[in-house]
């Protein structure tokens, strides 16, 4: 009953932190406030749920067990401890989870300190959570580069604390395994009784990507009485530990009448002494509740970039601003912490991958902070200046994996397109043109365009290169990209050949082939140009196996790997549909409007559409192309309603470094952008009213006069007290400033029969 007591007592002060931080100088109703980390953090989403920075290299949060991306798991699995570097909403293998520390109650002479939650708190920019067995209560908030903890122990017992440099997520048994990241070497040095510094070095991962360093320098505010370090699980009283590719950590001990314990670690990917000057600069003088105000200050100033009615019901609040919040937790903002060159530009990590973020997340990003786009953009073409090409993917300071086309060219595109200063344009299609002309050879998995001779000499990648049909799909919109690009800055025969390749997808529409009452797919073909209804596997002379093809294949028998399909992550009926450079030609190849609008219509209703991936993302507003954007919000609606919520599974697929949920944050306020291109396509959006605060210091308001459950159609619609009788608005007409005002109605109108007016 004493322990009982005393577990309670910890619990109280980890609560009442908490919200002595949440309720100071709340004046007036904050956005922070309806941001839910937990929101996608279960299920598929796999969200990051612990504190961070907006683009915060340090990521701070618990490990329970090394096996999720986030590091995190519901109660009532284990926590290993708290690591100080993760990524948010990835698939495939885990990536970092370095640096990790575990508070705890006992001698020195043990390095397992598993524990278990009794509860635990998750709000923006807090982390707290009482442990069942020691009764420790750890809050957790952080700067940029530099995390904070309070450590309240129950007041008996031994309170000490394990820094664990060797600890980090995906550990595999298996040599080289795929996707797993694997031990390099790390180090630890006991500087004083209140200082440990060293370094965990890491390779692999979801990119198998080269080694990473993650340095440290952890200071305490009380003195250790006694310190021990280990390597490879035998403890001494060393006061270090070298780098001999052991695992390596510390354990310090405090005296039995310490309550409070104040953490603070800096973390750095240069040098331990960098890791230093990053605490210094960023915690120095500030107490953990001045760290966390100045998080959340951070936070509210970019989420008020956009406004939405106040009378928005709680859950859509949470919804909409959880799905902002998402979007900036990555790529991180590593600038001056690049240990491959020094160049005095931005430098960003952690592209968790282009091949998702391109479509939603960076468009919203280049609407709500410009500046930041332009920085994560000339961080990319230094990219491409140093290592050789710009990546698809990025993380751990390496490029890789590419999934489809080299989709930075439609990154800088889009900010082309956008008008975005202070790039370097002509460097940029240097970069674009190095994707589209150099074949990256065995490194194609990494960076470049795998197939690229193929596609180059057959305008299609044969069936045998792994994901020949979204690389075909994929690589002719990265190519139409390079035409905008290029004709913008006057090189018109260049424009003229990447107009003509950014056709190519049609030269693997199949006109005769029929499934399920519709004709037309993009469907496997060899390199002789013969179509392929059933696909060859395996390697065997004598032997060769088949199995058959349709536009539903997601992948072949258990033998067959998925990395290696005709398709990523999609089928050819979503492939089919995602043509977003050319959606005319795309309609005219279904066989016209009416069989477009009738095999949109069976791609939904039987449920062929996939939620849970970008390929179809754009696919809901397609009723645009053929007059009809009415059915458009009809489909945005269900989806939303089917699939979005405010709930720890409210996420329908892997968040992907925000990409469902900048999807969401569009498509709630009415507007969905066809990435790569200047504008933004207008349907029934889900607030009255949404006021976006633009980096120019203009406002453009969309406002929904009388939007209800009934009135859900667009009956007219005004651009600045004029009729605007088109689907779509440019951005240009966005960044003015202004306010369009939408009448809403029962039922559908006659706006909208036009995306724009015809030049």
């Known amino acids: 009953m004493k322990r009982f007591k005393l577990f309670i007592c910890a619990a109280f002060l980890c609560i009442a932190g908490q919200n002595t931080v949440a309720n100071a100088d709340k004046e007036e109703e904050r956005i922070v ?48 401890g708290f690591s100080q570097v993760h990524v948010s909403g990835t698939g495939g293998g885990p990536k970092y989870g370095n640096i990790l520390i575990q508070p705890f109650l006992g001698k020195l002479d043990n390095i397992n300190h598993i524990d278990y939650r009794d509860n635990e708190t998750i709000a923006l920019g807090y982390y707290a959570t009482t442990y069942k067995n020691s009764g420790i209560c750890t809050e957790i908030t952080t700067a940029a580069k530099a995390s904070a903890y309070r450590i ?25 395994a795929r996707e797993a990241q694997q031990f390099v070497g790390s180090q630890v040095q006991v500087i ?45 009283d060393a006061i270090s530990q070298y780098d001999s590719g052991e695992k390596t950590g510390a354990l310090l001990q405090f005296p039995s009448d310490t309550r409070t314990l104040n953490v603070r670690i800096g973390i750095s990917f240069i040098s331990e002494l960098k890791a230093k000057e990053n605490l210094i600069n960023e915690t120095k003088g500030k107490s953990f509740d001045d760290i966390h105000k100045s998080l959340l200050n951070e936070w509210e100033k970019l989420m008020r970039r956009i406004e939405i009615d106040p009378h928005t019901s709680d859950k859509y609040k949470r919804m909409f601003y959880t799905g902002m919040y998402h979007t900036m937790l990555m790529p991180s903002d590593r600038s001056g912490e690049n240990p491959l060159w020094t160049d005095p530009v931005p430098y960003y990590d952690d592209f968790y991958a282009i091949w998702d973020t391109y479509r939603t997340s960076t468009p919203l990003i280049t609407l709500i902070d410009p500046q930041r786009e332009r920085d994560i953009i000339n961080s990319l073409i230094n990219i491409y200046k140093r290592d050789g090409y710009m990546p698809d993917a990025r993380s751990g300071n390496a490029n890789g994996r590419t999934q489809g086309g080299s989709n930075a060219e439609i990154v800088l595109a889009d900010a082309f397109v956008k008008g975005l200063e202070g790039i370097d344009y002509h460097q940029a299609l240097e970069a674009m043109l190095k994707d589209a002309t150099v074949d990256p050879g065995g490194n194609h998995e990494a960076e470049g365009r795998g197939g690229l001779r193929d596609y180059t000499e057959l ?110 992550e999609a089928s050819s009926w979503e492939y089919s549909l995602s043509i977003p450079h050319d959606v005319e030609g795309l309609i005219a190849k279904c066989g016209g409007a009416g069989n477009f609008e009738k095999r949109l219509d069976k791609f939904f209703d039987k449920g062929y559409f996939n939620v849970n991936n970008e390929p179809s993302f754009l696919s809901p507003c397609l009723y645009h192309w053929i007059g009809k954007p009415e059915r458009s919000g009809e489909r945005i609606h269900e989806i939303i309603d089917a699939n979005y919520n405010d709930s720890p599974k409210g996420l329908p697929g892997n ?68 009729d605007y009788p088109y689907s779509a608005i440019r951005h240009a007409d966005i960044i003015k400033g202004g306010e369009l005002k939408l009448k809403m109605g029962p039922r559908p109108g006659e706006w909208g029969k036009k995306m724009f007016e015809k030049p």
């Open 152 to 176: 309240t122990y129950p007041g008996q017992g031994n309170p000490a604390l394990m820094i664990d440099a060797g600890f980090f997520l995906g550990e595999s048994p298996v040599p080289d």
């Open 33 to 80: 406030d309806y941001v839910d980390p937990k929101i996608g953090s279960e299920g598929l989403g796999r969200v990051f749920i612990g504190p961070s920075m907006p683009y915060g290299m340090v990521k701070p949060s618990p490990d329970c067990t090394p096996s999720p991306n986030s590091g995190w798991l519901p109660m009532p699995v284990q926590v290993n």
């Open 192 to 236: 004083s009784d209140r200082e440990v510094c060293g370094y965990s070095r890491i390779r692999g991962g979801w990119n198998n990507g080269r080694a990473y360093t993650v340095y440290f320098y952890l200071k305490t505010d009380l003195p250790a009485v006694e310190t021990a370090t280990w390597k490879n699980g035998n403890i001494s």
């Open 459 to 568: 305008g299609y990648i044969p069936h045998g290169t792994p994901r020949a049909g979204n690389r075909t799909v994929e690589y002719s919109y990265c190519d139409y990209a390079i035409y905008q690009v290029a004709k913008g800055l006057g090189h018109e025969d260049l424009a003229e050949k990447y107009l003509k390749q950014s056709q190519n997808w049609k030269n693997l529409w199949r006109d005769d082939y029929e499934h399920d009452g519709t004709r037309g797919f993009i469907m496997p073909r060899d390199r002789d140009g013969n179509w392929l209804d059933s696909i060859p596997f395996g390697h065997s002379k004598t032997r060769k196996p088949s199995f058959r093809y349709t536009p539903l294949t997601f992948e072949g028998p258990w033998y067959t790997p998925w990395w290696n399909m005709f398709f990523y």
């Open 655 to 722: 968040d992907d470094s925000g990409a469902m949920s900048s999807w969401l944050v569009f498509h709630m306020m009415g507007l969905y952008p066809n990435a790569g291109q200047d504008y933004y396509l207008i349907h029934t959006p889900s607030l009255r009213k949404t006021s976006l605060n633009l980096a120019n210091g203009k406002r453009f308001t969309i406002t929904a006069d009388n939007l209800s459950e009934k009135n859900i159609y667009i009956q007219s619609i005004s651009l600045n007290g004029k």
